[in-house]
Nanobody, 123 residues
Framework: QVQVVESGGGLVQAGGSLRLSCAAS????????MAWFRQAPGKEREFVAA???????YYADSVKGRFTISRDNTKNTVYLQMNSLKPDDTALYYC?????????????????WGQGTQVTVSS
């Protein structure tokens, strides 16, 4: 089993920044993909960003140029630096982990999820 724990959410004004962290522990894989998804009230969970084992990054169009995903394999940790935040970025942000087998954009392909961390951007 893999435990996934997010941290770093909070309340910020529009134009501000936040940095989310996600640590995975427990069972380890030879290679992992790690991703961030988010879910706003009344909406489906959506892809935000992913990073694979070789550190290739993928982003949703809505966050390109504003968010940066990175990872530290020695700590099994992934980060999401969020800049120029907008009220539309308000959501519960989830970290997801899986063996790296491609298909980074779909929630159904991820095996392990955190409980989520709330990000609220005020206008």
């Amino acid at each position: 089993q893999v435990q996934v724990v997010e941290s770093g959410g909070g309340l910020v004004q529009a134009g501000g920044s936040l940095r989310l962290s996600c640590a995975a522990s427990g069972r380890t894989f030879s290679s992992t993909a790690m991703a961030w998804f988010r879910q706003a009230p009344g909406k489906e969970r959506e892809f935000v960003a992913a990073i694979n084992w070789s550190a290739t990054r993928y982003y949703a169009d809505s966050v390109k140029g504003r968010f940066t995903i990175s990872r530290d394999n020695t700590k099994n940790t992934v980060y999401l630096q969020m800049n120029s935040l907008k009220p539309d970025d308000t959501a519960l942000y989830y970290c997801a982990v899986k063996p790296d087998n491609g298909n980074y954009f779909l929630t159904s392909t991820y095996d392990y999820w955190g409980q989520g961390t709330q990000v609220t951007v005020s206008s």
